[in-house]
């Protein structure tokens, strides 16, 4: 009898997320993890069920990105600037699944961390921030909560 084999990726997080999380749940912290993961998009499916059609936003998780945030990234010097629109990340006209789809294809179809090639501007916010700090941030928001 064979059991059946479930996949596993490696998902790299900051080392002082996977130490805090290890003091609390030692020995079995990769059971956590994933729990806390599968909780947290039931209750983002459950979230974005009830809100209104105008408050549709793009999940890049852990980031979740209203209509109005502008993605940029920069190649050979060129700011290439996307948006997102009612749910939908858009640039050239042209509708993109992910963030790594899009950042590749500004990018020249080169393969890219979209985290550390992506720079994010929320609307009402004058500011662009590095995708990759944005990700520590909210993922150690979203574990401290949880702790």
Not at 22 to 50: M, N
Request: aromatic share 10%; net charge neutral.
């Amino acid at each position: 009898m064979s059991i059946p084999a479930t996949p596993y990726i490696s998902v790299p997080i900051p080392e002082y997320l996977y130490l805090e999380l290890a003091k609390s749940y030692s020995p079995d912290v990769s059971s956590k993890i994933a729990k806390i993961l599968s909780d947290h998009i039931v209750a983002k499916s459950k979230s974005t069920d009830t809100k209104d059609v105008n408050e549709a936003t793009f999940t890049w998780l852990p980031l979740s990105l209203p209509s109005g945030t502008k993605l940029r990234t920069t190649y050979y010097r060129e700011h290439l600037v996307a948006d997102i629109i009612d749910g939908k990340l858009i640039w050239n006209d042209k509708v993109y699944p992910s963030v790594c789809e899009l950042i590749n294809t500004m990018r020249g179809g080169t393969r890219n961390n979209a985290w550390r090639c992506t720079e994010i501007k929320y609307p009402n916010s004058s500011s662009w921030v590095l995708a990759d700090r944005l990700r520590t941030d909210e993922a150690y928001r979203l574990l401290s909560d949880l702790l």
